[in-house]
């Protein structure tokens, strides 16, 4: 700070002000830099296992299948083979489980409708919650925009199943003219945002920087037993 500034009425506070706004942008950059980086690094290390484990444990199953072709009478090693089976079956379904959560192949080879829509089902059927969904599965969603919705209804879901004690979850995804929209709403125990003793949890607040910095806005609408709704609007490009 200039010493010079702090003697003008208002020069030490505005200058005060202005290397607070410098140090916000600098600090919101790095913060949407770490995040594009986070999910490069996602990208590639699911590729890598896909295709270099996934080709591993696809060889394994060969040649685990020309030992059985091979043992016929033997009980003992046909038992202990398809053991064997059964582990390299629950090794190649750990590995697709990762890959996807690391970065859906859906998200990348069928767009963000088919993405949410496998999710969510999946999601739902785990926690044993009712599903609403209504999605435009012809929307076309930039590839940037896409993985930010994909990642805060990912957040969004995870904070049902932890907190919410929800029995029904309904989200939206609409497309119109000018924004991009998705909507979560959950009928659980809600939350109470006036309490001063409510925080964004790190995760939400990771969501709405990735909203912001597309030029969005997400919100969050809650009251004790009545349920909690997170909106996203992104503006389309």
């Known amino acids: 700070m200039n010493p010079d500034t702090l003697g003008r009425p208002g020069g030490g506070a505005e200058e005060f002000e202005r290397l607070v706004e410098s140090r916000t942008r600098e600090l919101s950059a790095l913060s949407t830099h770490l995040q594009e980086f986070a999910e490069k690094e996602k990208s590639e290390l699911a590729r890598t296992l896909h295709d270099e484990l996934g080709g591993l444990l696809t060889a394994a199953k060969m040649d685990l299948s020309w030992l059985q072709s091979r043992i016929a009478g033997q009980p003992e090693l046909e038992q202990r083979l398809q053991q064997l089976g059964s582990a390299l079956d629950e090794a190649m379904d750990v590995k697709r489980r990762v890959v996807e959560e690391l970065r859906p192949s859906l998200l990348d080879h069928f767009g963000l409708p088919a993405a949410l ?3 969510l089902e999946s999601f739902c059927g785990k ?7 209504v999605v435009d599965d012809e929307a076309l969603v930039p590839k940037d925009v896409a993985i930010t919705l994909f990642r805060v209804a990912q957040e969004a879901l995870t904070n049902v199943r932890l907190h919410a004690s929800a029995h029904c979850v309904r989200l939206t995804l609409t497309v119109d003219a000018a ?4 909507e979560i709403v959950d009928d659980g125990c809600g939350i109470d945002l006036t309490d001063p003793e409510f925080r964004w949890s790190q995760g939400l607040t990771g969501a709405r920087h990735r909203v912001r910095a597309l030029g969005g806005e997400l919100t969050l609408e809650s009251a004790p037993r009545r349920g909690t709704t997170l909106g996203v609007q992104l503006p389309r490009r």
């Open 117 to 119: 829509r496998a999710h």
């Open 127 to 133: 926690a044993g919650l009712a599903a609403e969904l």
């Open 179 to 182: 924004r991009y929209l998705l």
